[in-house]
């Protein structure tokens, strides 16, 4: 530490907020420039989404090779992935070795929560309070929080009427829930409900799936990795993962090709289209999104995806009447693309059935089920599918207050604002990894946390070394830039439809596109920041 920190006597130079990946490689990083810190996390555990989300089927739907940390040359090459997709457990088990192989255990404080944050103006310092009742002082606050955090449960009449037991997918029970002989609701159609239904219908009784909204889903063709494939990816795993940061997801660089260079969807003909799909749904996985340069930005180009995978649903589902009500008539991808294992196919199975209620809504749940248009649906166990408060909700969960005492709350009562995703003005010394304003959920989130945590590393350490007290991002610096991640987002479909990027899924959250699409400008922009002297920050 630098003798000439104006903040006197912080018991820490920063509190992290979290021990998922963002808050583990904090530490790590900030350990790594001399800087102490330490971990509040919530759970019992390291892990974040990997210790919460624990329903059958969890998986993540980015390739294990390119889903994990890459800071570290021997981490990399030890570690043996089994799949192309990693179970929650696999992921789960990575991130505790991660922990112990940087002895970072010591550094964490489990099973507390913190529920205040509050900046002192006379002293620049920041005093973090948890429900254990501690207080701690320090330089800097990291809210390594996530962004698919704070459970969203929606606010049906009757919710705690039921006589049976309720699960969220995000809190999942470590001990696993046995649904044998259960008549089990599950509501929701998301990534999480498309991948718990079809291992939860091959257990149950039977599963009464509510859907408001249908989703679209490609196949994930998940399978055991070919230790030779694995080899050859490890002897060049530095280039790859470049390449993968120059990808507008930050994944996939080895196999996509430049947007550039991919034609419109509109530019080929009927049989060329159809071909360039099904080679995309045969290779399975998100990047059937990349099949063309315009999907995301044509309503026309993107009705040819729609409509393909539209064919798929009606190829799979036998009822022709099932296949229409799972058939959605959005733009693909303006919801999050998701990813699937035999999900459209578990409606041929006699034991579940689906009931839409995108017209006449949950009116409510009763002590024996679920009612929908005056008629009960009787079940055993309740499961919510039904997503989280994305990108700020666990930030709103916290009394966070800046300069003046100002809340974060009212200060994002329109929306967030943000500069680059990383600060917000009137909040010196506070940093968000991910936060809204930041590529965030529109990439492989380990390359935007790697990226953000080595960032805010660097601006501490330069910091330290020339003993500035705080940062703070200049409130003209953060008007720009929310300008400009609206501006880019405007030029995209994702304003669409009623997803959780945009808010909708929260009653009376502000609808604001939160994250902004494409990672290479975005870290170009962020480095280029670094560079001019932090430029849009007040260094004091
Ligand atoms: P998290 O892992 O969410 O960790 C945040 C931690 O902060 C949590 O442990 C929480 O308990 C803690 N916390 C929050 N508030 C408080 C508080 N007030 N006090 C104390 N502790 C607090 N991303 C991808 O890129 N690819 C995928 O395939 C993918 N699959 C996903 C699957 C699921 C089911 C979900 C929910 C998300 C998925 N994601 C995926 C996104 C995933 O959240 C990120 O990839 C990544 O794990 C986020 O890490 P994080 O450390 O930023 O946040
Ligand atoms: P989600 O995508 O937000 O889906 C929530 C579902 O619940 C939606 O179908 C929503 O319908 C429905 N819903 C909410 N309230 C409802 C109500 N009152 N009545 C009926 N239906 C209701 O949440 P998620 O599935 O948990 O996924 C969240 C994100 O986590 C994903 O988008 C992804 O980023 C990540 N994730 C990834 C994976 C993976 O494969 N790697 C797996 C799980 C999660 P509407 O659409 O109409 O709102």
């Known amino acids: 530490m630098n003798s000439s920190s104006p903040a006197p006597d912080p018991d820490v130079d920063l509190v992290i907020v979290g021990a998922g990946f963002a808050g583990l490689y904090m530490l790590h990083a900030a350990r790594g420039i001399g800087l102490s810190a330490r971990v509040i996390e919530a759970g019992s555990g390291v892990g974040g989404t990997w210790y919460w989300n624990r329903y059958p089927g969890a998986r993540c739907d980015v390739p294990s090779m390119e889903y994990s940390l890459?800071?570290?040359?021997?981490?990399?090459?030890?570690?043996?992935?089994?799949?192309?997709?990693?179970?929650?457990?696999?992921?789960?088990?990575?991130?505790?070795?991660?922990?112990?192989?940087?002895?970072?255990r010591d550094g964490i404080t489990f099973d507390t929560r913190v529920q205040a944050a509050h900046f002192d103006d006379a002293t620049a310092a920041w005093t973090t309070t948890t429900d254990g009742g501690e207080s701690i002082r320090s330089r800097f606050v990291v809210m390594a929080t996530g962004c698919l955090s704070a459970a969203n449960l929606p606010q049906i009449a009757g919710r705690d009427d039921f006589a049976g037991p309720t699960y969220h997918t995000g809190h999942w029970p470590h001990e696993g829930v046995d649904f044998t002989g259960k008549r089990v609701a599950v509501i929701g159609t998301g990534s999480s409900a498309i991948q718990s239904i079809p291992l939860i219908a091959e257990q149950a009784t039977h599963v009464t799936v509510f859907q408001r909204t249908p989703a679209y889903a490609v196949p994930a063709h998940n399978k055991p990795l070919d230790p030779d494939e694995v080899a050859r990816i490890k002897d060049d795993y530095v280039d790859w993962r470049a390449a993968a940061r120059d990808t507008t997801t930050g994944f996939g660089g080895h196999i996509r090709t430049d947007p550039e260079e991919l034609p419109s969807a509109l530019e080929v003909d009927d049989e060329t289209r159809r071909r360039m799909y099904e080679e995309r749904w045969e290779a399975g996985g998100l990047t059937f999104l990349g099949a063309f340069n315009d999907l995301l930005f044509s309503p026309e180009a993107n009705d040819t995806a729609a409509e393909f995978v539209r064919s798929k649903i009606r190829d799979i589902v036998e009822d022709p009447e099932v296949a229409e009500r799972l058939s959605p008539d959005t733009v693909v991808g303006c919801?999050?693309?998701?990813?699937?294992?035999?999900?459209?196919?578990?409606?041929?199975?006699?034991?579940?059935?689906?009931?839409?209620?995108?017209?006449?809504?949950?009116?409510?749940?009763?002590?024996?089920?679920?009612?929908?248009?005056?008629?009960?649906?009787?079940?055993?166990?309740?499961?919510?599918?039904?997503?989280?408060?994305?990108?700020?909700?666990?930030?709103?969960?916290?009394?966070?207050?800046?300069?003046?005492?100002?809340?974060?709350?009212?200060?994002?009562?329109?929306?967030?604002?943000?500069?680059?995703?990383?600060?917000?003005?009137?909040?010196?010394?506070?940093?968000?990894?991910?936060?809204?304003?930041?590529?965030?959920?529109?990439?492989?989130?380990?390359?935007?946390?790697?990226?953000?945590?080595?960032?805010?590393?660097?601006?501490?350490?330069?910091?330290?070394?020339?003993?500035?007290?705080?940062?703070?991002?200049?409130?003209?610096?953060?008007?720009?830039?929310?300008?400009?991640?609206?501006?880019?987002?405007?030029?995209?479909?994702?304003?669409?439809?009623?997803?959780?990027?945009?808010?909708?899924?929260?009653?009376g959250k502000p609808r604001v596109f939160m994250p902004l699409p494409g990672f290479p400008d975005y870290k170009a922009k962020c480095d280029e920041v670094a560079a001019a002297d932090y430029e849009g920050f007040s260094l004091a």
């Open 70 to 104: 890459g800071f570290d040359e021997d981490l990399q090459r030890d570690w043996e992935w089994t799949e192309r997709y990693p179970t929650q457990p696999e992921i789960l088990r990575y991130i505790d070795h991660v922990a112990d192989r940087f002895d970072l």
């Open 335 to 507: 919801k999050r693309l998701c990813v699937d294992t035999g999900y459209y196919a578990t409606f041929n199975r006699d034991n579940v059935s689906l009931v839409d209620v995108s017209a006449t809504p949950i009116d409510r749940i009763t002590r024996t089920g679920v009612e929908v248009d005056g008629a009960v649906h009787e079940v055993d166990a309740i499961v919510f599918a039904t997503g989280f408060d994305a990108m700020t909700g666990a930030l709103d969960r916290i009394d966070i207050r800046g300069r003046g005492g100002l809340p974060l709350k009212e200060k994002w009562s329109a929306g967030p604002l943000t500069y680059l995703g990383l600060q917000v003005h009137g909040f010196p010394n506070l940093f968000t990894i991910t936060g809204p304003g930041s590529p965030s959920v529109l990439t492989n989130m380990i390359v935007s946390i790697e990226q953000h945590v080595e960032w805010i590393r660097d601006l501490l350490a330069r910091m330290d070394a020339d003993g500035t007290g705080t940062v703070e991002a200049d409130a003209d610096a953060e008007a720009e830039w929310v300008a400009y991640v609206n501006a880019v987002a405007e030029l995209t479909l994702f304003h669409g439809c009623s997803s959780w990027y945009l808010g909708a899924n929260v009653p």
